[in-house]
């Protein structure tokens, strides 16, 4: 079945559902052919991925919040259930305001029919603008190809009428795909039934405007988004926002430059002129 | 106000990046002070001017080769100014990385015409006289100012790129780095002048003077700029990105800023070979645009 044309396509990642098993990252890496990074210990939790960057288009972040008991034996934490081990599976965001777009200065990054941002390999030159912009350190550089990379919410499995990999793969269903105004309502509801069982920090991420005007891959979360390493909305501004400013320092120095090279070489010619007059009359 | 949060991953723009500030700046700068030297110093001040229009050009050649060498694909430079998609122009406003090639492109044309004007002028391109001639006057005036407005963007604009993104350092500090970057250029430009001045005769010694003159204005303007630009990251609570291990490029960057004053003040110049000053004032310039390049990515 196809999916709609310039119809929103995106995620909803249901954090509080999320058990770490990381089939999204090798779901991902084996319909998208990534080879991956050599394995490390982070020594962070079961988190051996890293980041997300060119080979890791996924990446389940584990997040320990288990309350100190130095001393003391340790209890079963009375917030568990979500609340005291956080994983979340990370992507892309696909930004309805995108900062790596808008810095793009090949146009190698799109937006798709389906409302995903796309970075088209055989236009991008590998300047790398957009990785100073992604706010979330979603695009790395491909050093064998040299270009950016980051997921595409598999857009050759969308154009096919497919379910991304990741979602297809998630086996507790904490990634859900769809067209976004109807996981909207999904969310909407899951958040309603976590508030009611008490969880009080659960929160949507990404569902309205206030973070780059919303996100096509948006996100319950159960605790603040910086403790999952993203940008709060006080936070999420685009790269444009420095644009002006910086132009106008930018122009104020060049006036004040000018200015004071005038003053300076004027200041000189004046003082040659009255040494070459004080010579002449005597 | 909070302090900034910041989640982004480095781009990894590192040494071509560098040189490429560095000498852009340069010959941004220098254009600008080929064009006040050759319209508002005085006529003595030619020969500086000319010194001024080659340096500028020279200090551009580089520039494109660093830039494409630290391309991921360095063969697809062009689309920075052709759409690979569509085939039309690629040209963004609100991308100062757009802006900038566009720039840099129409600069060279600038720079190289007044290269050959002044390079005919001294002797190397007798054939190129025509352009000298044609360089002089009102149409003269009208080309070097229109080169100028050009050769400050190519001076400043590097900062505004670095300020157009998300990454600390760059984003807080976005209101200063565009003018510091371009009051740095100017001191760097004068002290280079000033160096390549006193290696030739045909220089007047109150050109030098002038020029001098000129550089404290611009190191000046600089410190200023350096100061609002540690405000701005300091409110950002970023600051301690730039201090730590880069306090030694702070100390370049200081000697550099004190050295015309130091000279001109204590006489150290009769002690110190008179290039001491200018080079310093030069790794000064370099030191600044390593520090910031480098600390946010670190």
Same mark, same amino acid.
């Given at each position: 079945?196809?999916?709609?044309?310039?119809?929103?396509?995106?995620?909803?990642?249901?954090?509080?559902?999320?058990?770490?098993?990381?089939?999204?990252?090798?779901?991902?890496?084996?319909?998208?052919?990534?080879?991956?990074?050599?394995?490390?210990?982070?020594?962070?939790?079961?988190?051996?991925?890293?980041?997300?960057?060119?080979?890791?288009?996924?990446?389940?972040?584990?997040?320990?919040?288990?309350?100190?008991?130095?001393?003391?034996?340790?209890?079963?934490?009375?917030?568990?259930?979500?609340?005291?081990?956080?994983?979340?599976?990370?992507?892309?965001?696909?930004?309805?305001?995108?900062?790596?777009?808008?810095?793009?200065?090949?146009?190698?990054?799109?937006?798709?029919?389906?409302?995903?941002?796309?970075?088209?390999?055989?236009?991008?030159?590998?300047?790398?603008?957009?990785?100073?912009?992604?706010?979330?350190?979603?695009?790395?550089?491909?050093?064998?190809?040299?270009?950016?990379?980051?997921?595409?919410?598999?857009?050759?499995?969308?154009?096919? @009428?497919?379910?991304?990999?990741?979602?297809?793969?998630?086996?507790?269903?904490?990634?859900?795909? @769809?067209?976004?105004?109807?996981?909207?309502?999904?969310?909407?509801?899951?958040?309603?039934?976590?508030?009611?069982?008490?969880?009080?920090?659960?929160?949507?991420? @990404?569902?309205?405007?206030?973070?780059?005007?919303?996100?096509?891959?948006?996100?319950?979360?159960?605790?603040?988004?910086?403790?999952?390493?993203?940008?709060?909305?006080?936070?999420?501004?685009?790269?444009?926002?420095n644009n002006l400013p910086g132009y106008i320092g930018g122009v104020a120095t060049?006036?004040?430059?000018?200015?004071?090279?005038?003053?300076?070489?004027?200041?000189?010619?004046?003082?040659?002129?009255?040494?070459?007059?004080?010579?002449?009359?005597? | 106000?909070?302090?900034?949060?910041?989640?982004?991953?480095?781009?990894?723009?590192?040494?071509?990046?560098?040189?490429?500030?560095?000498?852009?700046?340069?010959?941004?700068?220098?254009?600008?002070?080929?064009?006040?030297?050759?319209?508002?110093?005085?006529?003595?001040?030619?020969?500086?001017?000319?010194?001024?229009?080659?340096?500028?050009?020279? *200090?551009?050649?580089?520039?494109?080769?660093?830039?494409?060498?630290?391309? &991921?694909?360095?063969?697809?430079?062009?689309?920075?100014?052709?759409?690979?998609?569509?085939?039309?122009?690629?040209?963004?406003?609100?991308?100062?990385?757009?802006?900038?090639?566009?720039?840099?492109?129409?600069?060279?044309?600038?720079?190289?015409?007044?290269?050959?004007?002044?390079?005919?002028?001294?002797?190397?391109?007798?054939?190129?006289?025509?352009?000298?001639?044609?360089?002089? &006057?009102?149409?003269?005036?009208?080309? /070097?100012?229109?080169?100028?407005?050009?050769?400050?963007?190519?001076?400043?604009?590097?900062?505004?790129?670095?300020?157009?993104? /998300?990454?600390?350092?760059?984003?807080?500090?976005?209101?200063?780095? &565009?003018?510091?970057?371009?009051?740095?250029?100017?001191?760097?430009?004068?002290?280079?002048?000033?160096?390549? *001045?006193?290696?030739?005769?045909?220089?007047?010694?109150?050109?030098?003077?002038?020029?001098?003159?000129?550089?404290?204005?611009?190191?000046?303007?600089?410190?200023?700029?350096?100061?609002?630009?540690?405000?701005?990251?300091?409110?950002?609570?970023?600051?301690?990105?730039?201090?730590?291990?880069?306090?030694?490029?702070?100390?370049?960057?200081?000697?550099?800023?004190?050295a015309p004053f130091a000279m001109a003040r204590w006489d150290m110049a009769r002690r110190w070979p008179p290039?001491?000053?200018?080079?310093?004032?030069?790794?000064?310039?370099?030191?600044?645009?390593?520090?910031?390049?480098?600390?946010?990515?670190?």
């Amino acid at each position: 079945m196809a999916f709609q044309e310039n119809r929103a396509l995106g995620f909803f990642t249901d954090t509080s559902i999320c058990i770490g098993c990381k089939a999204c990252e090798v779901a991902c890496k084996e319909w998208n052919q990534l080879e991956g990074n050599a394995p490390k210990f982070t020594a962070d939790s079961f988190d051996n991925t890293g980041q997300l960057d060119a080979q890791n288009w996924r990446h389940v972040q584990f997040i320990e919040q288990i309350p100190d008991n130095s001393g003391m034996v340790v209890t079963p934490t009375p917030i568990a259930g979500g609340q005291a081990w956080l994983m979340m599976s990370d992507v892309c965001k696909h930004c309805k305001n995108a900062s790596c777009l808008e810095v793009c200065p090949t146009n190698a990054i799109v937006r798709t029919e389906f409302d995903t941002v796309f970075i088209q390999k055989d236009v991008c030159n590998g300047c790398r603008n957009c990785i100073s912009a992604c706010p979330d350190g979603v695009i790395g550089f491909n050093e064998q190809q040299g270009v950016a990379q980051k997921c595409t919410l598999c857009y050759d499995r969308l154009q096919g @009428g497919l379910t991304p990999a990741c979602a297809k793969a998630c086996p507790t269903e904490s990634i859900k795909f @769809g067209y976004v105004d109807e996981l909207h309502t999904v969310a909407d509801s899951r958040l309603a039934a976590l508030q009611k069982q008490g969880y009080a920090k659960a929160q949507l991420y @990404g569902r309205d405007a206030k973070v780059y005007g919303g996100l096509n891959a948006f996100f319950l979360l159960m605790d603040k988004p910086e403790v999952y390493k993203l940008p709060n909305a006080d936070n999420a501004m685009l790269p444009s926002r420095n644009n002006l400013p910086g132009y106008i320092g930018g122009v104020a120095t060049a006036v004040v430059g000018l200015v004071a090279g005038l003053l300076a070489f004027r200041n000189g010619r004046m003082n040659g002129n009255n040494a070459n007059n004080s010579t002449n009359a005597h | 106000m909070p302090p900034a949060e910041h989640f982004v991953a480095p781009p990894q723009w590192e040494w071509w990046i560098l040189a490429y500030f560095f000498f852009g700046g340069i010959a941004g700068g220098s254009y600008a002070l080929g064009t006040l030297l050759r319209f508002a110093g005085d006529p003595r001040d030619e020969s500086a001017a000319r010194i001024a229009f080659i340096a500028s050009f020279i *200090a551009l050649i580089p520039c494109p080769i660093f830039l494409t060498l630290d391309l &991921g694909q360095p063969l697809r430079f062009w689309h920075m100014l052709v759409d690979a998609s569509d085939g039309g122009l690629a040209f963004k406003y609100w991308s100062p990385m757009s802006v900038g090639s566009w720039a840099l492109l129409v600069f060279g044309l600038f720079s190289l015409v007044s290269f050959v004007g002044a390079a005919a002028e001294v002797g190397w391109l007798r054939a190129a006289s025509p352009v000298a001639r044609a360089l002089r &006057g009102g149409a003269g005036l009208v080309w /070097n100012a229109i080169g100028t407005a050009f050769g400050l963007f190519i001076g400043g604009y590097t900062g505004v790129l670095l300020a157009v993104s /998300n990454q600390p350092v760059w984003s807080d500090g976005g209101l200063a780095l &565009g003018g510091m970057f371009l009051a740095s250029a100017l001191s760097g430009s004068a002290a280079l002048l000033l160096l390549l *001045a006193r290696s030739r005769r045909d220089v007047d010694a109150d050109t030098a003077v002038r020029l001098e003159a000129a550089d404290r204005y611009f190191v000046i303007l600089e410190a200023v700029l350096i100061a609002l630009f540690l405000v701005t990251v300091g409110i950002a609570g970023t600051i301690d990105r730039v201090l730590g291990i880069w306090l030694v490029l702070w100390l370049v960057v200081l000697a550099g800023l004190a050295a015309p004053f130091a000279m001109a003040r204590w006489d150290m110049a009769r002690r110190w070979p008179p290039v001491a000053a200018p080079i310093l004032a030069l790794l000064g310039v370099l030191a600044l645009r390593a520090l910031v390049i480098f600390s946010a990515q670190t």
